[in-house]
């Protein structure tokens, strides 16, 4: 099972810790997310939010039941390590690609992850393949990218992520400067909720007035996550009073939360 007897215990223990997140590793199947969410739910202190839940596709079988477990999902992490070791290695970057534009359907925010600077576990700069490759996910729309063993043991941690950031900013500039089009998830077009719409209105207001900035309050992080899915392509500042809040909208993508 995705989740053993001993990761109930190590989950109520994240719980007690009011933690941000939670990751699942090795899900196959939309139901283990709805199980740990269920648990997350169950367990969860008055007056907080359930941890929200980040599936690891790391398993051809998530791949297959993709569009389920990114709907029961939070949010969805590319595991490309695992998912390298578990399907051929020439399919990986395509798989890449699938999970983050049906991510993107759904609205979901997606974190492309491993290897993405490993060369700098030991060198003081990227090869040029690695800095391609943390803009290459950019482009494809990821929310975030996101360093392991670079920070966890490696030589140069600060260096590290400073370079992922300047990679970051660099492709993100080029995609602010380039033509950019209407395009909220469509899922949730199809779901008529109120909330994704007068986001999806904003955008074109934005647009049509060329504003520099999307200000808003989002006091549980709701706004933001709806504004963050239509791709302004300017920055989007979210206030809250909730300082957990806070933190988990540092996941949005283009979001700056401000507590």
């Given amino acids: 099972p ?6 109930w215990s190590c989950i109520a223990w994240a719980v007690d810790n009011s933690l941000d997140f939670l990751a699942l590793s090795f899900v196959r199947r939309a139901d283990e997310v709805r199980a740990l969410k269920r ?18 596709i790391e398993k051809p079988q998530a791949v297959a039941d993709l569009d389920s477990i990114i709907e029961a999902s939070d949010a969805v992490m590319v595991a ?3 998912l390298g070791v578990e399907m051929d290695i020439a399919q990986v970057p395509i798989v890449q690609k699938q999970i983050l534009a049906r991510c993107q359907y759904f609205g979901r925010p997606c974190i ?6 490993e060369s700098m576990i030991h060198a003081a700069s ?3 393949a690695e800095a391609s490759d943390v803009a290459n996910a950019i482009f494809d729309a990821a929310d975030a990218v996101m360093l392991s063993g670079e920070t966890a043991v490696g030589k140069h941690p600060a260096l590290v992520v400073e370079t992922m950031r300047r ?24 779901s008529r909720y109120p909330t994704a719409a007068l986001a999806h209105g904003a955008w074109h207001i934005a647009k049509d ?12 992080g709701g ?3 709806y504004l963050s899915q239509n791709d302004f392509h300017i920055p989007i500042v979210a206030y809250t009073s909730d300082p957990q809040t806070a933190r988990r909208m540092a996941l949005l993508k283009g979001v700056t939360p401000i507590l």
């Fill in 80 to 82: 490309r390590g695992d």
């Fill in 2 to 7: 995705a989740t053993t007897e001993a990761d």
């Fill in 126 to 128: 990227p090869t040029r």
């Fill in 209 to 220: 007035i060329d504003a520099k900035l999307i200000v808003c309050w989002s006091q549980a």
């Fill in 112 to 117: 492309v992850a491993t290897q993405m600077l």
């Fill in 223 to 225: 706004t933001a996550r």
């Fill in 167 to 190: 990679i970051i900013a660099a492709a993100e500039s080029h995609i602010a400067s380039s033509p950019h089009h209407d395009s909220p998830p469509q899922h949730l077009i199809e």
């Fill in 39 to 56: 648990r997350l739910h169950d367990l969860h202190h008055p007056g907080s939010s359930p941890i929200p839940v980040v599936s690891k």
